[in-house]
């Protein structure tokens, strides 16, 4: 008798312990329950992963110090100064990158709109320009142009 009595707790504890079930009557309705009963057209034993006995891997909500705090703000602050210093040497960049573009430009224009051009030489004087110097001049400054507009 006391065998038999602890044969059955034993396998009623099990039952219990089993977890889950998910069965389908006979009507075709799913159900889920602890367990299930005995005219269940289908039975299925569900098993559960139990996570809570396992540390998060990197959980980024974990309570961290006030000093990887404080390095973390700072190492953004950091990282936020240098892409702001960045984007206003860009910018300056941009900016000077314009400004010679309009200087070689008028410069070409000047000589293409001129009729006679001249040189300075040493003493001060005007050396007239030929047409082939200036010619020479206009491409010079076209080249430049082009390399300061790109």
Not at 50 to 57: G, H, I, L, V
Not at 58 to 68: F, G, H, L, R, V
């Amino acid at each position: 008798m006391n065998k038999s009595l602890l044969l059955l707790l034993v396998l009623v504890s099990v039952d219990a312990y089993a977890g889950m079930t998910k069965w389908i009557d006979e009507n075709g309705r799913v159900h889920y329950s602890e367990g299930a009963p005995r005219n269940a057209a289908k039975v299925e034993h569900l098993q559960f992963k139990d996570t809570r006995s396992e540390p998060a891997a990197d959980n980024p909500y974990e309570q961290k110090s006030t000093a990887e705090m404080e390095e973390d703000f700072q190492r953004g602050k950091t990282a936020r100064e240098n892409a702001a210093k960045k984007e206003d040497q860009a910018r300056a960049n941009a900016e000077a990158k314009q400004v010679n573009c309009m200087n070689a430009r008028n410069s070409l224009r000047t000589l293409q709109q001129s009729g006679r051009t001249f040189k300075m030489d040493e003493n001060g004087e005007r050396i007239y320009l030929d047409d082939n110097q200036r010619q020479q001049q206009i491409d010079a400054a076209q080249q430049a142009a082009d390399r300061a507009c790109r």
